[in-house]
């Protein structure tokens, strides 16, 4: 395979647990809330709660996402595996 498709593969490789880290983060962080703090909140602050936990783990996501991406780019040599997806301006 080329630097293209390995960039392309790459993407979607890395959307897909993207989404799957976020997905799985939120149903974690639901139910911590459900466990703990559910009985407790009255029922018009729900909406709000959800709204903040999928934020938290949008958040969470990135964070877990780019230590994951650093810890790859210390293991191999992106530059050649992969093509370039923006590129430089020449001068």
């Not at 880290?21 to 709000?48: C, K, N, W």
């Not at 783990?57 to 810890?71: C, D, E, N, P, R």
């Amino acid at each position: 395979m080329n630097k293209k498709v390995n960039t392309l593969l790459f993407v979607l490789g890395a959307t897909l647990v993207n989404m799957f880290l976020m997905v799985g983060l939120f149903l974690a962080l639901f139910a911590v809330y459900g466990i703990f703090a559910a009985a407790r909140v009255s029922p018009a602050i729900h909406t709000g709660v959800i709204i903040v936990l999928f934020t938290a783990s949008i958040l969470g996501t990135y964070f877990l996402y780019h230590k994951l991406v650093a810890l790859m780019s210390r293991k191999m040599d992106f530059e050649k595996y992969f093509h370039p997806i923006f590129r430089s301006k020449k001068k």
